[in-house]
């Protein structure tokens, strides 16, 4: 059974880090390309980071350029999202996505809330 499991989410104060990660079955993720996307209440689920499986480009939003970091590793199936600098806005559902031609797989999200 295909699967990306989040975990990691919380409640973090202002300016604080999190770091969630994501757990990949039923499947390699070697050949896939691994994204995250936050989505807040009434918004889209837009991107926030990616890495590609090819050459480990990567690839972030605007609003977390010089904060976030991703990274992957194949041989434990996970994918990680280190966040820093946290802001009330980055407050979301945070999803992991793996993406590979015809196939998109998404996990069930984790919590992510950053009080002021």
């Known amino acids: 059974q295909v699967q990306l499991v989040e975990s990691g989410g919380g409640l973090v104060h202002l300016g604080g880090p999190l770091n969630p990660s994501c757990a990949a079955s039923?499947?390699?993720?070697?050949?896939?390309?691994m994204s995250w996307y936050p989505q807040a209440p009434g918004k889209d689920r837009d991107l926030v980071a990616r890495?590609?499986?090819?050459?480990?480009?990567?690839v972030f939003a605007d609003s977390a350029k010089f904060r976030f970091t991703i990274s992957r590793d194949n041989h434990k199936n996970m994918v990680y999202l280190q966040m820093s600098t946290l802001k009330p806005e980055d407050t979301a559902v945070y999803y992991c996505?793996?993406?590979?031609?015809?196939?998109?797989?998404w996990g069930q999200g984790t919590q992510v809330t950053v009080s002021s």
């Open positions: 996505n793996a993406s590979f031609g015809q196939y998109n797989y």
């Open positions: 890495i590609y499986h090819f050459g480990g480009r990567i």
């Open positions: 039923g499947f390699s993720l070697n050949n896939y390309d």
